[in-house]
């Protein structure tokens, strides 16, 4: 099945699902909802069982994923691909603060939705023996707190409390529904997906040159939308009113159902914001024109006219009658919106909305504020889909294929394809064996089509590590501690 | 900080008490520490003479005046050093021995500005005329430092009044006093700081230019500025990121260069220029950095003071006092459920046409077409139907038989939602009982966002959408334009009054709307519905009218010697100031 065609299988056929509830308060375990099994017929999905593998050929590589074969495939990728090494080198921030490890929480969901909160571990042997051992559906990465959260009963309560952590992004394709017309819900496709590269372009601008964070780190969320972590020392150590301040000065779309206009301009322009309109710009026209055609059908048309005052709208809807290419309308549109701006006073600036309201990144602003919000661990699996969470490297954003991301099934059938039965042998034999399990692993993934995100996770670990490098020279060097 | 830095030491003068009101003269003295929660008797309080207070305050007042202690303090040098400035940063505490009743005034005074402050904030533009307008009518009737007085502070002319240096103790004492009322927890300490917070910054825009840098000099803040070099190239955009300043005024000010963290309100609407995460405030915006200094320093402070708590509140006088301070803001909070039960079920259709506000209206016609409600909407609509007496099973039931009519079928309901519900009548987790959101919190927290019909629809509604949604519900065109009016002018509390009002056909409602829940009581009292019989009961005055809105010291009981019928009444006084401000 090729994936890569104009038109996508949605990639979750089921129910639009709100993902909320991770707030920290809430509970320690929650029981959530019943996953979905996906009925027969719906879509042709392989099935997939490990003693099949053997018997797939090579032309089926692209393996498709069924949620029935999570738990056979689950194992197999904690026991030999995750990267915990690389996982506990980020969270351990180079060992600088005291416990910062240990006093993580981890949060997983395990089978049936059964949700176990308030997990913490002291090394990346006890993380990685807990991992395996209970093999979650899912990661959610937590805050730091000020004691360890597998404790958190034995303190006082009131003393147990959220300290540190990275500051988060989460957007999400479905709070596009009311701007794109290709999908909705939790499906995707490549035309919608470009809502998240320049969604990615705009926040990384602004938390890079606006907020002077080095070290952000964006990832697939497995399914519909994208996370960053912004991992600076700055940045971990933010309040929650500083995290809801810079969610607000990102957020530029306001307003729920009951709001038409949910992005209002007014004089100045803050930068921020031209630097903002400078990134729509460049995807505007093959986006929103071409690809969704805001400007084609009438009903699109009327949603677009909505946003105008008065008396543009209806000369626009005059010239309209006669002008139908999009490309055409939209310049007379913006020419309008030029005029209106000289001659007018105040600033005119609806065309400039329009692209907002249209392109702009939508934040879920509650997942931002709070230092103790969960949220999905990169290099987790998305349990609807199989597919693994995985870096984006931002040099290639522009072609980044959600589709393309692996899914469990597939990096797991690609481990065992050149395996002959002499080399698991081997590897049986030397299963106890540390040192050999860690180099097997180290080769275990690098043989798989993880091996690229995983390379991307080292070079963005190696570029905290060196800013720590400068931070502690500098230090030295003031303190003249030679 | 210096932890005995933070000691107050009232003096708490108790009264005794005779027929002729000349004869009054000051005879027990307590001497308290609040940190030290050294507490020093020196004499037995005579409480069976503490009578008739209220007559009384006349006299006390004056004895104030020729107390032989405080008066030692009042050397003109002192003066100068206590309070060299108008406005104060609060650094140090008093040290001076104080009344009771003083103690008592001064608190009730400072607590009517804080809730002026708050109620003007929701009505009016903070840098208004109309707010500036009221805010300086408050502080001259309660007289506070007024802001005229701050360069005349000189002249020594005769004056009706209090002389400025009393102001000036008042409101350094006051501010104190409060203190020890609001650190309790975190929620009062939430409100006190954002209160104070605003007292101080609608004072601060009112010095002149001149006292700002005094003011600036005397409190030693500095600031780091950017170099002319700087400011030239950077000039475009800090002409576009600060609001009113121009390529000429950028020229002739101080640009300060702090680290984003120190600026959140700036940056939260962007109105600064912040780049590599420092932000360039124009000096005409100093006041941002100033009010994070003093939010800081406040915050700080509070989290101390509540440890020195137990001690203030092991005595029987102050403590009935300090807690009826505190729970002044709140007013009801509509969680205290009399009618608990006595809503069945298929009552809530009818009632959500006729005695819902137009946010739960909303809500529950959200609920019932697309058979969901997103998280923002359960919470505000769940826990005003709880607020108006659905018990907890009724309310799983509610909910249950409404999500599987649509995509949720009943086992993911229990698995997914029922936990919810059960968390918001403290059944689960922490087991808070949450109270029903006010119209502030509606209002002012979390707005909602795509997918949301939680929210004030007269703050989170576009005008049009407004106006044809009162148009279904039949409200007169001349009351839809009233409303939308009070909609431009952002009173939403009194546009959902109005919607009240032209509901019920009445003329005037005689309450002041604050809360979902109280519009639904309201609304039911008028109709004789089965919510009916909560409010005489929950709410103490129905006829706030009928009292006097600004009660004088001399109809306030006083309080000398409290024994617990006087201090009843105090606080019921005291509640009643505050739940009509």
Redesign the interface.
Known sequence: MNHNCGCQPPMNPT??E?E??NSG????F?????VKQRTAGTFSYQHFRLNQYICITSEMTTADYDQASLPDLLPLYYRRLFPFSQYHRWLNYGGVTKNYFQNREFSFTLKD?IYVRYQSFSTQNELEKEMQKMNPYKIDIGAVYSHRPNQHNTVK?GSFQALEKELVFDIDM?????VRSCCSGADICPKCWTLMTIAIRILDRALR?????RHCLWVYSGRRGVHCWVCDE?ARK??V??R???A??LSLV????????KVVLSD???????ESLTVVERYFSQYALLGQDILGSKEAVDKVLALLPEDVRKKLLQYFQTEKNPEMRWDTLRSMAQDKRTTAKKGHYFEMEIMLQYCYP?LD??VSKGVNHLLKSPFSVHPKTGRISVPIDLRELDRFDPFEVPTISLICEELDQPKTEEEQEDTMENENKKEAGERRKMRDYKRTSLAKYVKLFDNFLEGMAHSRKGEVLKNSDLQKDF | MNYLGLIINIFVSVAKTGNDRNAFTSFSCAEIRTLCGNWRESRQIDRSKASSLGKLSEARYRTMQFYSRRKKLIGNSQTEQLYGHCLQFYGQPPIENISLSEFETFAVDRLKLLKTVENLGVSYVKTSELYTKKLDAEFSNLNFPYKIEASTKDDRKPQTGPSEYEKRRKDHISHFILRLAYCQTEDLRRWFIQQEIDLFRYRFNHLPSKNIREFLQYNNLHYHTISIDKKKNLMD?L???S?AVSGSTVDCQDFYKVP??DA??L????KV??????VYIPHQDIVTIVLNDFRTRLSKALALTARSLPAVQSDERLQPLLNHLSHAYVGQDYSIQKSIGKISLEQIDPLSAKSYPLCMR?LHRGLRDSHHL??GGRMQYGLFLKGIGLTLDQALQFWRSEFVKG??DA??F???YA??IR?MFGK???RTDYTPYSCMKVILS??????????C?FR???P??LKQKLQSYKVSPSGISQILELVKGMHYQLACQKYFELTHSIEDSGFSLNHPNQYFMESQKLLGGPGAGVKVEVKREDNPATKPPNPSPHQTPGPGNLPQEVAAEITEDLDSFFQDA
Do not use: C, M, W
């Not at chain 1, 479905?174 to 009311?178: I, K, R, S, V």
């Open positions: 129910e639009e709100e909320e509830g308060q809430l509970s320690e929650r029981a959530r909802s019943n939705d309560s479905t709070d596009y529904d009311d040159d606006d907020f002077g964070f700055a933010l309040s009113v500083a809801s301040a810079v607000e000065y306001k307003g729920g159902d009951e709001t038409v206009r100045p322009i803050h930068p921020f914001i031209t939508r602003v509650n | 955009k002409v576009t990121s609001f984003f963290q959140l309100d940056v939260r609407t962007r220029y912040l780049n590599g995460g420092y909303q997103r998280h995509k949720v086992d993911k229990d698995k997914a936990y919810s968390h689960e987790g922490k979390n707005p909602p966002s795509q997918g949301d019909q939680h929210g629809p989170h509604s576009d049009e959408l």
